[in-house]
């Protein structure tokens, strides 16, 4: 059942961050030295240690039972009991056999998969710098209780949730709490409201966050599971798990099979009585009924089938941790993604350079800028490498190349130019050497730029980098390709214009400026020369955008879900053609104000959601779900993994997702990559329908079974197959055909249709129709054929042999019907699923040896047929799989 959206939220913690610093550390009991080593001791006996505890992995106990969970499994349990009560120990071991071998296969698939997530998930041990009695230590972080004066500068991991007591030029990276990828500028002195957002607590910094700028000091005021990141934890850690779509679906399907040899196994029991049959060979055919109605292969098939898509889907870097949210994939009907690093790179990147004139873009697989379409060298266009010195002069980041991009240090922005440098084909490092460095101006929330004092070609030159309008404040001419011009009032609006314009396609934007200065001061910044505005994104990743189109032809929505600013979410929407390429955004504070029914009409139709807290994805997730959705949530970030947990099926990034997420999905792509969803859901419908084909498969052959039985036993005739010969013939034609289904390539149309209803059972009553249909005819040649050797006088025992051979011959030419919807009698279409004609092969190789072999045709009570035998044998049982061929022909 799906949960309600009204379900209790986490506490939450008092407002820290409107509050002023002083009222935090008097409201903390902390002084201006720090806490007394007696009230840390006390503390820590009140709050513990600042640990984040993790879910709780699966126990090996719980996968082992939740393998015996089907109603048809307990239900071969109960026959194996029965058999056990009366004696019968082959049959009771058979069964139990074949149990044995289902539940190994999924324990150990589920196993491994536990494993590799082992593997997975990075421990790490963070320090802290903290002041007590006076005195700075160095201690580890998990030490910290609340009320701690702790300092920060740039590298440093975030060690607690904290109020700024004093930041100097501090910045810090929130993507994984908050989902915004640019740093965000902290200010200590900010007054804030009470209900402002996360992302916008200037005053605060929080754990699992990182200090990129900057130094600072704070007061802690929550540690352990009582931070944010605790408090998200906690959330996901509430949201049970459920059933999967092929769960529901396989159960819904056992309860009438259930049903089904109960009822036969008694009407059974009562025509005995009625004909006065003795009560042993009534007994005999109520279980043979009874075995015939449970196709006993296929809770093996449907784990074997899920466990080749795990294989399969792991060769295309997709990590299954639950074996049936393989095909839960397959069902999806929504997918909900986080922006930051799922949508896009997670990577702040160069996208353009705006000159006076014209903008420039560098495309993500480019390593030229383009203008109108055509690439742009640097040596035609000079300002293009004025704007790229001039970032890599006035920048205090590194970067350098590494396997499949970069590796970078400091400010991501900073960063993004110092990349676009490096793939124009330029060194920073030759611009250092050439115009060295001989003082710095740093970057301050008041002046809102920084400068960097170079000795040059033409003498001492100031490059310059910060916000638009600040910098233009300090420039008095524009480059223009034809040299220097005066900025008049008109042209600085212009540029202004420009500005707002990239601004509302959800970039930042950074002025780019240089010029003569006199001395290394402030003062000295002024009649500079504007060149270019540099427009920074974090860009959409490679391929997502032809995912998109590709869930959208197969009937898939795309919501995005981010805690990201709605320009920026907007703009990388619009890109990726969500929405039918005019997305529409609802912010989260508009989300927290509507009601059930108000979100239940918001959530069909819009497609972004912004400023989204962790606990209204929860609810977004909830609201599709009750929307009759099958929900598929991807993230990678803190803030996503409840969200994750609540959705049908979660999927969380390997390389750069944090570790609560990847615990609470149930896939992780180890390569990051989203278009690795879209093969993953094509692997999921795949699965889907091999599993409906053999579901399909094993009820026209086990319901043939039970017609040839019940019929028999109607018609007062001995019975034609003793319970031994029904298991064996079920392991035998169930199995291996079976499973050979789950290695059928998929239809043309797998991904050009919708997804299957979420209330839809496994078969519907059309294909129902036509198992029953194929049942009848195997049920028809079988009983011919049995009556056949009753009316010829055959020795006994040698038309039991005749109806077992008939049978399993029609049933293993049957798997040609049951492939594909279109016929396979073209020779392109006959080999096109080599396992299922090795697996025709063998099975008819055993059944051969099944009379060649005495001992086993002993335990089995079957003869060697004669010459004539086997032509009325193989004669029949050819008949059924003809007249379905001719049938799809026909259709044709």
């Not at 109603?71 to 149990?99: E, K, M, N």
């Not at 004093?166 to 900010?190: F, I, W």
């Not at 896009?344 to 000159?355: D, E, I, K, P, Q």
């Not at 009820?699 to 028999?712: K, M, P």
Request: hydrophobic residues 50%.
């Amino acid at each position: 059942m799906t949960p309600s959206l009204a379900d209790p939220a986490p506490p939450v913690p008092p407002d820290w961050h409107a509050l002023p610093p002083d009222e935090a550390r008097h409201r903390l009991g902390v002084g201006a030295t720090g806490l007394s080593l007696a009230e840390v001791a006390a503390r820590r006996r009140e709050s513990g240690l600042n640990r984040f505890v993790a879910l709780r992995p699966t126990p090996l106990l719980t996968i082992l039972l939740r393998q015996f969970k089907s109603i048809l499994v307990l239900l071969l349990i109960g026959a194996a009991a029965i058999s056990f009560a009366t004696g019968d120990q082959r049959d009771a071991w058979a069964i139990l056999a074949v149990l044995a071998l289902n539940a190994a296969v999924g324990f150990a698939t589920e196993w491994r998969a536990r494993r590799a997530m082992e593997g997975l998930l990075a421990l790490e041990v963070n320090r802290a710098w903290v002041q007590r009695e006076g005195q700075l230590l160095d201690l580890p972080a998990e030490e910290l209780v609340p009320g701690d004066l702790i300092t920060i500068e740039a590298g440093q991991a975030v060690p607690a949730d904290a109020r700024l007591c004093a930041a100097a030029d501090l910045q810090t990276v929130e993507a994984a709490l908050t989902g915004e990828s640019a740093p965000v500028e902290k200010d200590a002195t900010a007054v804030l409201a009470r209900d402002a957002p996360l992302p916008e607590r200037r005053t605060m910094i929080y754990r699992a966050t990182t200090v990129t700028a900057g130094r600072g000091q704070a007061v802690v005021v929550a540690t352990g599971m009582r931070t944010e990141v605790g408090r998200i934890g906690e959330l996901t850690a509430r949201v049970g798990s459920e059933q999967t779509p092929l769960e529901r679906r396989l159960e819904q399907l056992g309860r009438p099979l259930a049903l089904a040899a109960v009822l036969t196994s008694a009407l059974a029991l009562v025509a005995a009585a009625v004909q006065g049959t003795p009560l042993l060979l009534a007994r005999q055919t109520a279980i043979a009924l009874a075995v015939a109605a449970v196709p006993e292969g296929l809770p093996a098939v449907a784990t074997i089938t899920l466990a080749l898509g795990v294989r399969r889907m792991a060769r295309q870097q997709a990590l299954i941790r639950r074996l049936p949210a393989v095909e839960t994939l397959g069902s999806t009907t929504v997918i909900c993604s986080d922006k930051t690093g799922t949508l896009t790179t997670g990577v702040m990147t160069l996208s353009a350079l705006r000159l006076a004139e014209r903008e420039y873009t560098l495309p993500a697989d480019a390593s030229a800028f383009h203008h109108a379409g055509a690439p742009v060298t640097l040596a035609s266009e000079p300002r293009l490498l004025a704007a790229l010195r001039i970032g890599a002069l006035a920048n205090r980041a590194e970067a350098r190349p590494a396997a499949g991009g970069w590796t970078t240090l400091g400010d991501p922005t900073e960063a993004a130019l110092l990349v676009a440098a490096h793939r124009a084909g330029l060194d920073p490092a030759t611009f250092r050497a050439e115009w060295p460095e001989i003082g710095e101006l740093l970057f301050s929330s008041e002046r809102m730029l920084m400068a960097t004092y170079h000795q040059g070609p033409e003498g001492l030159t100031g490059c310059v980098k910060g916000a638009p309008a600040r910098v233009l404040d300090r420039c008095s001419q524009l480059a223009t390709a034809s040299g220097p011009l005066p900025l008049t009032p008109a042209l600085r609006e212009e540029l202004l214009a420009a500005n707002r314009a990239l601004a509302a396609r959800g970039l930042r934007v950074l002025a780019l400026a240089e010029g003569p200065v006199g001395a290394a001061t402030p003062e000295s910044l002024r009649e500079l020369c504007f060149v270019a505005f540099a427009a920074i994104s974090d860009p959409p990743a490679a391929g997502v955008r032809e995912t998109i189109a590709r869930f959208r032809s197969a009937g898939i929505r795309t919501i995005m879900i981010t805690g990201d600013q709605e320009a920026t979410a907007l703009a990388v929407a619009a890109s990726l053609e969500l929405g039918a390429g005019h997305p529409q955004a609802l912010g989260g504070a508009e989300l927290d104000r509507l009601d059930e029914a108000g979100l239940t009409e918001a959530v069909r139709r819009i497609s972004v959601y912004t400023r989204v807290s962790p606990e209204a994805k929860v609810r977004l997730v909830r609201a599709l779900q009750q929307a009759g959705e099958v929900v598929a949530m991807l993230g990678d970030g803190v803030n996503d993994a409840a969200a994750l947990r609540t959705a049908d099926i979660g999927v969380a990034m390997g390389r750069r997702g944090s570790d609560l997420a990847k615990e609470a999905a149930e896939i992780v792509l180890a390569d990051d990559r989203f278009a690795t969803i879209g093969v993953a859901v094509e692997q999921g419908r795949l699965i889907h329908d091999n599993v409906r084909k053999a579901v399909l498969y094993l009820l026209a052959c086990n319901v043939a079974e039970l017609a040839v039985v019940l019929i028999a036993a109607a018609a007062g005739w001995p019975a034609p197959l003793t319970p031994l010969q029904i298991l064996w013939l079920n392991l035998l034609t169930d199995v291996l055909p079976a499973l050979a289904l789950a290695l059928e390539p998929g239809e043309a149309n797998l991904m050009h249709r919708p997804p299957q209803p979420p209330g839809a059972p496994l078969v519907s009553r059309r294909e129902l129709g036509i198992a029953l249909g194929y049942a009848a005819g195997i049920a028809a040649a079988t009983l011919g054929a049995y009556s056949w050797a009753r009316g010829a006088g055959l020795p006994p025992g040698e038309p039991m042999a005749i109806a077992f051979l008939t049978l399993a011959f029609a049933q293993v030419l049957h798997l040609g019907n049951a492939r594909q919807r279109r016929h396979v009698s073209s020779w392109r279409r006959a080999i096109a699923n080599p396992a299922a004609l090795a697996a025709v092969g063998v099975t008819a190789a055993l059944l051969l040896l099944t009379t060649a072999w005495p001992p086993l045709a002993n335990l089995l009570g079957l003869h060697r047929p004669s010459l004539l035998e086997w032509g009325v044998v193989l004669g029949l049982a050819a008949v059924p799989a003809l007249l379905g061929q001719f049938m799809k022909l026909r259709r044709r």
